[in-house]
């Protein structure tokens, strides 16, 4: 009996020595969440009213940043294989090439570019015209017929635009390939032809492909940001996906789950008082944070240091220390992004409980022990 004793009592102090490392609960303590970002694995980022200032300057990290070099103009139409033009040739007097008793003009209403590039026109030949504008064409052939015709003049315009052209799919009313109008035209004009979106700006994704390179942005952020309604160039390519933004919210708070965008920014404060708000006897005020994958920019303007990216990603925390009053402030300033998880941590008192209650019940476990070592004995 006594054997039995000495064996509880030893595994019940190891249990009050070890217990932290094995207690149920959800997830870290705010004190180990900075512990561990020692490890490199993650950065840490306290969120004060800098960091909030220089987050809300560049939240837009999207098409505009990205293709700003070459879409902050509109570009020159050119004319490509399979295009039909309208070429109209003029003459000083009569008795000309092109010139008659009636008129002084011919024009050739719809001239096709061929294969090779070039258009035939009488007594100028074949003409090289693709990749050129139609200014440099007109005078590319009044060049041709200046040694033949009086004193010519010539006007070529794109009758069908089938080589400056962009393709729309995904959740648009009407996909296809739709021609680019000689005055440019941007992303939401595009979109306007095909029909607009199907769904919501603020739950429809644009994904850009120009090239080599590819950007992602909302719908909503694009209108609300010119700086994001790029022009559209010549082969680009406009995939529209209908994908709601959504953030998570665990921990410490009423109701945890996956929570949908109701509006097209919500902040901290907003998320968690969605789920409820954080639970009195549980949440640890000083430990909300926010988990994303940063862009690596965003981190050095606010001066962070990090280390390992992942798909081009900083793995970041952000956290808001909600026992200061003046961090309201900053919740209501913080603005969540898609994908974002928010995480509220237990206190230390409430993993203190879950200890004694397990000492607690290891302590009855003895008593009964005992208990019935002692009615053995009787």
Same mark, same amino acid.
């Given at each position: 009996?006594?054997r039995t004793v000495q064996a509880v009592s030893i595994l019940l102090a190891a249990l009050s020595v070890s217990a932290c490392s094995f207690v149920p609960r959800e997830g870290?303590?705010?004190?180990?969440?900075?512990?561990?970002?020692?490890?490199?694995? =993650?950065?840490? $980022?306290? $969120?004060?009213?800098?960091?909030?200032?220089?987050?809300?300057?560049?939240?837009?990290?999207?098409?505009?940043?990205?293709?700003?070099?070459?879409?902050?103009?509109?570009?020159?139409?050119?004319?490509?294989? *399979?295009?039909?033009?309208?070429?109209?040739?003029?003459?000083?007097?009569?008795?000309?090439?092109?010139?008659s008793q009636q008129s002084k003009n011919a024009t050739f209403p719809n001239v096709i570019v061929e294969r090779s590039g070039e258009i035939s026109l009488p007594y100028a030949?074949?003409?090289?015209?693709?990749?050129?504008?139609?200014?440099?064409?007109?005078?590319?052939?009044?060049?041709?017929?200046?040694?033949?015709?009086?004193?010519?003049?010539?006007? $070529?315009?794109?009758?069908?635009?089938?080589?400056?052209?962009?393709?729309?799919?995904?959740?648009?009313?009407?996909?296809?390939?739709y021609p680019i109008a000689l005055e440019g035209e941007r992303l939401l004009d595009v979109i306007a032809a095909a029909g607009g979106t199907k769904f919501p700006a603020r739950?429809?994704?644009?994904?850009?492909?120009?090239?080599?390179?590819?950007?992602?942005?909302?719908?909503?952020?694009?209108?609300?940001?010119?700086?994001?309604? $790029?022009?559209?160039?010549?082969?680009?390519?406009?995939?529209?996906?209908?994908?709601?933004?959504?953030?998570?919210?665990?921990?410490?708070?009423?109701?945890?789950?996956?929570?949908?965008?109701?509006?097209?920014?919500?902040?901290?404060?907003?998320?968690?008082?969605?789920? *409820?708000?954080?639970?009195?006897?549980?949440?640890?005020?000083?430990?909300?944070?926010?988990?994303? =994958?940063?862009?690596?920019?965003?981190?050095?303007?606010?001066?962070?240091?990090?280390?390992?990216?992942?798909? *081009?990603?900083?793995?970041?925390?952000?956290?808001?220390?909600?026992?200061?009053?003046?961090? =309201?402030?900053?919740?209501?300033?913080?603005?969540?992004?898609?994908?974002?998880?928010?995480?509220?941590?237990?206190?230390?008192?409430?993993?203190?409980?879950?200890?004694?209650?397990?000492?607690?019940?290891?302590?009855?476990?003895?008593?009964?022990?005992?208990?019935?070592?002692?009615?053995?004995?009787?």
């Open positions: 009996m006594v870290p303590l705010a004190i180990e969440v900075e512990q561990q970002s020692a490890d490199n694995d =993650y950065v840490t $980022v306290d $969120v004060n009213a800098d960091v909030v200032q220089i987050l809300a300057g560049r939240s837009n990290i999207g098409l505009g940043s990205r293709f700003e070099r070459s879409s902050n103009a509109a570009p020159n139409s050119t004319i490509g294989i *399979g295009d039909a033009l309208s070429i109209t040739i003029w003459e000083a007097g009569e008795g000309g090439l092109f010139s030949g074949a003409i090289p015209v693709a990749g050129k504008t139609p200014r440099s064409v007109q005078k590319l052939i009044v060049s041709r017929l200046s040694q033949q015709a009086i004193q010519p003049q010539a006007m $070529v315009t794109i009758a069908k635009n089938e080589h400056n052209t962009v393709v729309m799919s995904g959740d648009v009313a009407r996909p296809g390939r739950e429809t994704y644009v994904t850009f492909v120009r090239g080599g390179a590819t950007g992602m942005q909302l719908v909503k952020s694009i209108i609300d940001d010119p700086r994001e309604n $790029v022009y559209v160039r010549r082969g680009d390519r406009i995939y529209l996906s209908h994908d709601p933004k959504r953030y998570t919210v665990l921990g410490a708070v009423t109701k945890p789950g996956i929570y949908v965008f109701e509006a097209a920014q919500v902040n901290v404060l907003e998320a968690v008082a969605s789920a *409820g708000g954080l639970l009195d006897a549980r949440a640890d005020a000083s430990g909300l944070f926010v988990f994303r =994958y940063e862009h690596p920019e965003r981190l050095e303007s606010i001066g962070a240091k990090y280390g390992r990216l992942m798909h *081009g990603r900083v793995p970041t925390i952000y956290r808001i220390d909600m026992s200061h009053a003046r961090s =309201y402030f900053f919740a209501q300033s913080f603005m969540l992004e898609d994908k974002d998880s928010v995480f509220v941590s237990n206190a230390r008192a409430v993993e203190v409980g879950k200890i004694l209650r397990l000492i607690n019940m290891a302590t009855s476990s003895v008593g009964n022990v005992v208990g019935a070592g002692r009615n053995f004995n009787d």
